[in-house]
Nanobody
Framework: QVQLVESGGGLVQAGGSLRLSCTDS??????MGWSRQALGKERETVAR????????NYADSVKGRFTISRDNTKRTIYLQMNDLKPEDSATYYC?????????WGQGIQVTVSS
């Protein structure tokens, strides 16, 4: 069982940076990632990382601006978001892939003002 808790969201101006964190208190290491959902839009996976931290994938919309990483000693993954744009505004969700299923965090708001 996973318990995912996100932190680090907020309001930032376009061009600014934020770092999101997600801590899993469940105890096991999983493949994990970040998805986001803006009002009226479908949820989009923006970055994922395997349990070792070596394999990472990004959506085209964030490549070169976002970096996903993890510290397994802290059971935490991070999403460093640079050069933020108003279209990055969304609720961001951390997830863990548990076999064929997913566990989700509660979501955290990121708002980028123009």
């Amino acid at each position: 069982q996973v318990q995912l808790v996100e932190s680090g969201g907020g309001l930032v101006q376009a061009g600014g940076s934020l770092r999101l964190s997600c801590t899993d208190s469940g105890g096991r290491m999983y493949d994990m990632g970040w998805s986001r959902q803006a009002l009226g839009k479908e949820r989009e996976t923006v970055a994922r990382i395997d349990s070792t931290g070596f394999r990472k994938n990004y959506a085209d919309s964030v490549k070169g601006r976002f970096t996903i990483s993890r510290d397994n000693t802290k059971r935490t993954i991070y999403l460093q978001m640079n050069d933020l744009k108003p279209e990055d505004s969304a609720t961001y969700y951390c997830y863990a892939k548990i076999g064929a299923n997913y566990g989700w965090g509660q979501g955290i708001q990121v708002t980028v003002s123009s």
